[in-house]
């Protein structure tokens, strides 16, 4: 079972940040996360995976509480294209999927 | 660089039919995965090789499903017979090794739909 809790659905201005968040709150002191995206009819992204520290990259920021219990991905200014679903990941030895959050980015 | 590659890109089969899904991933992917996704929901791990073993098959339907990666590269996911149940995308990912598993590249997947 997927080891994370996500909100359905989120919706989003375009042009605006998108802010995904992510209860991980059984993850262990060695277990990363990672997030993943699919845009419709596709297979699932890589985005961005993070331990303990703050990530970013050329796609979006990590940004992890200093408990872990909790994330939240942020792309910084949303764009049509971002529309899709937005997994939230514990990884072990495996990638886990529960249902993600559905996000809508609007014009 | 080439991504994963799936074929075919739909199949739609008679139920009790047998039906065949390849993959080839990524050169020099160690690692390789087959994912189940029905729809709405995210996408289920079959079964995962290194290089030519299958080192976690325990979400595999073994009655009717078997796979196999040849020479560790290319990869067959089988289903036979098909039942209506089985009617989903089937996805193959790869990564460079169990060490960076976490980041796996995926396939468009497979759409089966069994009638």
């Known amino acids: 079972d997927a080891k994370t809790t996500q909100p359905p659905s989120m919706d989003c201005a375009e042009g605006r940040a998108a802010n995904l968040p992510c209860n991980h709150s059984t993850i262990s002191g060695n277990e990363y996360v990672y997030w993943y995206r699919q845009i419709h009819s596709q297979g699932p992204q890589y985005i961005i995976h993070g331990l303990k520290n703050n990530e970013t990259n050329e796609m979006a920021s990590l940004i992890i509480t200093e408990d872990r219990k909790s994330s939240t991905l942020i792309l910084p200014h949303a764009t049509l294209r971002d529309t899709a679903v937005y997994y939230c990941i514990v990884y072990t030895d495996k990638l886990i999927f529960g249902t993600g959050t559905r996000l809508q980015v609007f014009p | 660089e080439a991504g994963v590659v799936q074929s075919p890109r739909y199949k739609i089969i008679e139920k009790k039919q047998p039906v065949a899904f390849w993959c080839n991933p990524i050169s020099g992917h160690n690692t390789l995965y087959w994912y189940r996704q029905n729809l709405g929901q995210g996408p289920e791990l079959l079964i995962r090789y290194e290089n030519e073993e299958a080192v976690d098959d325990s979400q595999l339907p073994k009655d009717r499903f078997s796979a196999e990666r040849l020479k560790g590269v290319d990869s067959t996911l089988k289903i036979q017979p098909a039942e209506l149940g089985d009617s989903a995308v089937y996805l193959c990912?790869?990564?460079?090794?169990?060490?960076?598993?976490?980041?796996?590249?995926f396939g468009q997947g497979t759409r089966l739909t069994v009638v």
């Open positions: 990912a790869s990564s460079l090794d169990r060490r960076t598993g976490g980041e796996a590249f």
